[in-house]
């Protein structure tokens, strides 16, 4: 969890910091921009030597340091070996070690899984450098003592780092304050430490995820997940993305992509990788910039989305119930068949890429995360149960007959037994709840005939003992047992 805002102005109170030594002799400043500045090379030359510890397999298949040379240095080695450092916060100093080592192990763990499942296998972490990645620094919180945050009015607050100036250099003065004041909309809560973007100007306070305050409901719902709706419930509603946000940023995207590739073509290149191998020009490194920040945008909207949904539906549910998806499989790609002539045969590979740009834009697997997690901090006041999605779109929810005719297109759903129409992905919802319900009682193996009239009424559950009594819809028929 984490809590952004935006950075107005950086002022440094105090003595001057010591910057380091330039044409031979010491440098001070009070300029924010130049302080913010060396904050965010220090912090980015202490991760660049930890990570030259770090080694990688060459093509001989030994190991070898990933930039040729080791610098292994302390806290403290690093401040006398590079004098520009001994200033700069031990909280800071500190944060880019401990970052560099969870980002390398998550991503050897991540490259692992990958290779378990025949997954295409991501690069290796690399050197954190200034042209590519934004200027940046963390600050541990530490209890107190240091990146202390403090509320100046209803909206804006001031978060304070401080430090001190090393023996020998301190003509400019012992103790100096960085002051950073943002503009806040809401209280800022407990935090372990700062992030602070100085190319975007804002700054994030990395909160530990608290529980949500809910209160027993006595409903179970069943979630079906897709790509044209997000999100559909066994109560009958469709939850979906902002759409047209997201279409208006994607078309604002395709239009800056053709300006750069006009501009790849004026120059006289017939390939983008050509020109980009010569160097490209400022007006499309321009636009580049511009497309990142667009796609930030559109992840942000999602994420966004996907928080308030999930948060929606724990307050409102006791047990929720979705498919146990397997995405990255959803999501590979057909392998080329060959057609004994030296060519492939077609097998939609087109339409499966177009299909998956679809789902990975819905984010499927990210509301399932969100609910996992936010579940996980209420200690057995919530429950989200996983069941097997085999043929959840071609069950009717009604009789139970399963025929993959029954699913006559991507939203319209007609059994071919009884006759009972109704929208595809609302009707996978319902048969994900029985499985559900079938799950809790213990029937995981029981087939599923009761039909299902009155699928928005909640389902009542003991948490003291688990009974299944069958409960008559109004016309006679059976309805979702009652718990």
Known sequence: MSQKVCVERVKVKGGKPYLGDRDGGPVYSDDPGMVMEWLCDAWRCRFNQCRSKRRKYDAEHELVPIGGHVTDLTCSQARQACPWLGAVPT??????????????????????????????????????????????????????????????????????????NPVGRRTGGVRWRV????????????????????????????????????????????????????????????????KAKLMKIDREIKRRQRAQTRKAKTAGYGNMRDYLKAGASKRYRREQTRIRLLYRRAHNITADWMQKTSTRLIME??????????????????????DGHGGYRPNGRAAKRGLNRVMRRSCLGLLETCLDYKIGLLDGRRMLIRVNPAYTSRTCAVCGYCDEENRESQAVFRCKHCGHTANADLNAAVNILIRGV????????????????????????SRATLVCEPRLAPDGLGGIPRL
């Not at 044209?228 to 419930?233: I, L, M, P």
């Not at 213990?442 to 909640?458: H, K, L």
Request: charged share 25%.
């Open 91 to 164: 909280l800071i100093l500190e944060s880019a070690q401990r970052i560099e080592t969870v980002e390398w192990y998550a991503n050897a763990k991540r490259r692992k899984t990958q290779r378990k499942q025949h997954q295409r296998i991501g690069r290796m972490p690399r050197f954190r450098s200034r042209k590519r990645g934004p200027l940046s620094f963390v600050c541990w919180y530490d209890g107190g003592r240091n990146a202390c945050y403090r509320q100046v009015n209803r909206s804006h607050g001031i978060v304070a780092i401080t430090g001190q």
């Open 179 to 242: 002051e950073i004041h943002v503009r806040v909309s809401q209280s800022i809560r407990p935090y372990t430490s700062i992030i602070v973007n100085w190319s975007e100007r804002t700054l994030v306070f990395s909160n530990p995820p608290r529980p949500l305050d809910v209160a027993d409901t006595h409903r179970i719902i069943g979630i079906d997940r897709g790509a044209v709706h997000q999100a559909a419930t066994s109560g009958g509603g469709l939850l979906d993305l902002p």
């Open 317 to 338: 549910n006791d047990v929720i119930v979705v498919e146990d998806l397997n995405l990255a499989g959803m999501t590979r790609a057909p392998k080329p068949k060959s």
């Open 438 to 461: 079938h799950r809790l009682s213990g029937m995981d193996d029981a087939r599923q005939t009761s039909s299902v009239q009155d699928v928005g009424s909640p389902l009542w559950m």
